[in-house]
């Protein structure tokens, strides 16, 4: 069967090896933001509709996961748009859990449609949902999303806040920063104050590293990005561009790789566990644990909510265990 609404599997650093499910044809959206990947929006909507059949998709997900099971971390629900729109969205969400419930299942949101219950509801069932807060105030807002006629920042914000109340599995939360917009000192308060209240799993800040819809659209410096994570701190916040990823690979050489093997054969870690032991961040610790992983001498596994590392049995053999 030739796949047209399933992608990958491909490598996401966030999510393991992730099996991607495109639920809205290009390019369907209630924004229309700057820093876009897929491209400028054709189809401004708030309205949900069945924009692609959801028994095409489930079909495709049951021919390729009924064969030969792929080696997938998790099932993410993404793609050229914005995928709540899609109405059908619940009962793939449940064909899945019924049928393969042994795979997990995330979805990336720009959190415009959390304000209605019903797609919130569709969305509790995912292990992992990250959703979008780009902005605190309209003006912004609308610089940085270009929003379709109605959907106001306020929308977004107690979107999120709803849902965090009724959701109980791993919320990490993206901010994407363009910097002279979205970062002042009153904004950056805004966002600070919101996510002490909402408590997200984690905050993620993101920044333009490749090119976006709009050319006006820059990087802010490293320098600035460490500062805003710095100003978010004590909550779990962590740089995920990919200019950091570079910068924290470097870095990474100075975490003793031997001293995190020793502490693995001990007992399993997460990666949060990891930080607080070697004062990094969360980048770091998976840049290191990358390297390890692609040595064969640590492995990533998942129980219950929560990401572990742990040596393979190859290393322990290593070792005469
Ligand atoms: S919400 Fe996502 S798909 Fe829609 S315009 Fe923004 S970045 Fe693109």
């Known amino acids: 069967m030739k796949y047209k609404h399933l992608f990958g599997p491909i490598l996401s650093r966030r999510l393991g090896m992730s099996l991607g499910v495109d639920l809205v044809p290009a390019k369907i959206c209630n924004l229309d933001c700057v820093y876009c990947e897929c491209g400028r929006t054709t189809d401004k909507t708030i309205a949900l509709d069945t924009y692609t059949d959801p028994d095409q998709i489930i079909a495709e997900l049951d021919d390729?996961?009924?064969?030969?099971?792929?080696?997938?971390?998790?099932?993410?629900?993404?793609?050229?748009?914005?995928?709540?729109?899609?109405?059908?969205?619940?009962?793939?969400?449940?064909?899945?859990?019924?049928?393969?419930?042994q795979y997990n299942l995330g979805i990336l949101?720009?959190?415009?449609?959390?304000?209605?219950?019903?797609?919130?509801?569709?969305?509790?069932?995912?292990?992992?949902?990250?959703?979008?807060?780009?902005?605190?105030?309209?003006?912004?807002?609308?610089?940085?999303?270009?929003?379709?006629?109605?959907?106001?920042?306020?929308?977004?914000i107690e979107g999120i806040r709803s849902f965090?109340?009724?959701?109980?599995?791993?919320?990490?939360?993206?901010?994407?920063?363009?910097?002279?917009?979205n970062d002042t000192p009153e904004e950056l308060a805004a966002f600070k104050t919101f996510f002490?209240?909402?408590?997200?799993?984690?905050?993620?800040?993101?920044?333009?590293?490749?090119?976006?819809?709009?050319?006006w659209v820059q990087a802010p410096p490293m320098e600035r990005l460490i500062e805003i994570e710095s100003f978010f701190k004590p909550l779990p916040v962590e740089i995920i561009s990919r200019k950091a990823k570079e910068i924290d690979f470097a870095k990474s050489s100075q975490i003793d790789t031997e001293h995190c093997i020793d502490a693995l054969f001990r007992r399993p870690l997460t990666p949060e566990d990891m930080c607080v032991s070697y004062s990094c961040s969360i980048n770091e610790i998976d840049a290191v644990m990358d390297h390890l992983i692609s040595a064969g001498r640590v492995e990533k596994i998942r129980t219950g909510n929560r990401f572990f590392y742990r040596v393979t049995e190859l290393e322990k053999k290593k070792r005469g265990l």
């Open 64 to 101: 390729l996961l009924g064969g030969t099971p792929p080696q997938i971390d998790i099932i993410t629900f993404t793609g050229s748009g914005e995928p709540t729109l899609n109405i059908g969205l619940g009962k793939i969400e449940k064909f899945l859990r019924d049928k393969y419930p």
């Open 109 to 156: 949101t720009n959190s415009g449609l959390l304000t209605n219950p019903e797609v919130r509801q569709n969305l509790l069932g995912f292990d992992y949902v990250l959703p979008s807060l780009d902005a605190m105030f309209e003006d912004s807002f609308i610089r940085v999303n270009n929003p379709v006629d109605g959907q106001k920042c306020d929308d977004i």
């Open 196 to 215: 002490e209240k909402v408590r997200p799993t984690r905050i993620q800040i993101n920044s333009m590293d490749r090119p976006g819809t709009c050319t």
């Open 164 to 181: 965090a109340k009724e959701y109980k599995g791993i919320m990490w939360v993206e901010v994407f920063i363009l910097p002279g917009v």
